[in-house]
């Protein structure tokens, strides 16, 4: 078995003795040639993993590993990674082929050598024509496509890209997403990427890592973090969810019922997670999760059955949804339905009455206490 | 309507700097180019030539004096660019919060008090009975006072020391808008340290260095205090002569053609450092 390009043990970064660490222990490993995210909030510590990996910022514990030797003692010039940097870093005093040359002229690659491979590059991300460019003459989209062939020309083992969509509108970050991920195949290239942009993630990526202060939550495939979240951060974190906290009043087995604090009572599933009568918990459904129906009799085989009003209609094409009041619950307790792709309820209306039921299967239960 | 009043307004704003313009600079110039075009021929009768600046090149004293006073002003540029790129780098790179206010403020300091006072300060520290002599009497390496005023590297110092301000705020200006990520670019990509100094830093402080150069250049030019006080009799410098026509001389026509002799050199000497830096005026304005 071969070492993953990219390993960190127990990687740990403290600014401050007395402030708590802005990494905290992260461990993860990223195999040859795949597309590993890691997402988190703002300020939870990702770009800091970043400039570790890149050797700008010295680990206060831990290790990196590059293919299986660390390389805690590398100076940033002479380790095997590149970074795309958040707000590119292009070299403003340089033309586009001498910014994609630099790193080449600086390995001492004879000057034909580095003409032929530039224009191999340039060809690769789809851009031949634009060598003698100024770098303020591009548009972002080609910015972004030159900082990452101006990395990508070295042959790193491991590219790094901090939040590099960051700075561009949102119709163009849609369409770099796709390029990006198909750059990053044509290319082969382990890329380990940072956003906060959940779709971005999801979309892109083989592994993904989602981060909270400092600390990895779950490391896990989109589907595992979406339909399978380990924790209520990733649960809230990842997609979109309606969230309940209450008190469980009842266990049995693997689903157990939840008194809420707003006056409903639900059914949940526990996915073999210790919570027992009495204690706090938090209940995530996702909003497709959740069935509209014309009466009751429509919600047959659903644990989970309310009758309420529709109080807010919320119309976005495929992706249309409503709020739904149940009754008997406070003016606060709203729940996000997503309407059926069929057209069943194209004609519901604010006020209209519906019933709404879900599984108990598709409710995440989570201990409350690690949520705080 | 509306273009008449907004013409009209920018005649009124661009007045007091027009007039100022004309009246203190242009004016002036115009009226001491045609007095160095005067040639005294007899008591109070003149003819016009270029006799004045004849005598100019014709003297080795005052070619001689010009040179040096060229030479000497652009090493005094140099030293104030060697010494002045690293402390506005480390101000404008690697000092943070309070650190770099006050660095800043320490460049500063010695333009709260005259520029009389300051070379004086230069004398007391340098003078035969003065601390540096004093100090390298007690360490030793001195057998008795030694004498370190009156000549060249004296000028050199005050010179350097006046101008520093002056190299260090541009620099300061044009390294704090490089971004730092494009210097960590530069490692990231496998530059080392000289290189990302010549290729990236160096290029983007450009326009910073040329304006520095060419306000330190003539400052140093036209200083007439330093070299007069911290200077020897062998280090003449040319507004010393320039003064002494005007003066001591009342030979009005002499001094106004080395007035224009100076200000052609620096003219000179700034489009040529702006050509052969590859900058334009605009740029380095700003
Ligand atoms: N040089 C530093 N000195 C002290 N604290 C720092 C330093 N750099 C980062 N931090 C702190 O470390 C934490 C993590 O910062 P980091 O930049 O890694 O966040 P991030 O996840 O990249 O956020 P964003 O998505 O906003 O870029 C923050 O609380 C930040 O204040
Ligand atoms: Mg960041």
Redesign the pocket.
Known sequence: MTAPDLECRALTKR??PDAPP?VDGVGFSVPSGSFFSIL??????????MRMVAGFLEPSGGDILIRGRSVLSVPPNKRPVNMVF?HLALFPMMNVAENIGYGLRRRGTSKPEIARKVGDVLERIGLPEIGTRRVDELSGGQKQRVAIARCMVLDPDVLLLD?PLGALDLKLREHMKVELKALQAAFGTTFVY?T?DQSEALVMSDAVAVMNRGRFEQIGSAQDLYYRPQTPFVAGFVGDSNRWRGRVTRVDGESLELQTDGGLTLRAARNGRAIAAGDRAEVFVRPEAIHPARDAAALEGCANMLRGEVSTLLFNGAASRVRVRPEGAGADTEIEVALPQSGAFAGLARGDDVWIGWTDAQAGAFAAAAAE | MTGTSARLGFVLLLAPAALWLTLLIVIPHIDLFLVSLRERIGVGQYTTSFANYGTFLDEPLYLMTFARTAIMSVLATALTLLIGFPVAYYIAKLARGRTRSVLFLLCLVPFWVSELVRTFGWMILLRETGLVSSLLQWAGLAAGPVELLYNDAAIMVGLVYTSMLFMVVPLITTLDSLDDAVIEAGYDLGGSAPSILREIVIPHAMPGIVSGCIVVFMLSLGNYLTPIMLGGKDSLWFTELIYSQFILRFNWELGAAFGFVLLLLSSVIVWGTLRLTGQTLRETMG
């Open positions: 600014f401050a802005a988190g909030p703002s300020g939870c510590g990702k770009t800091t993993i958040q939040e940072i906060h």
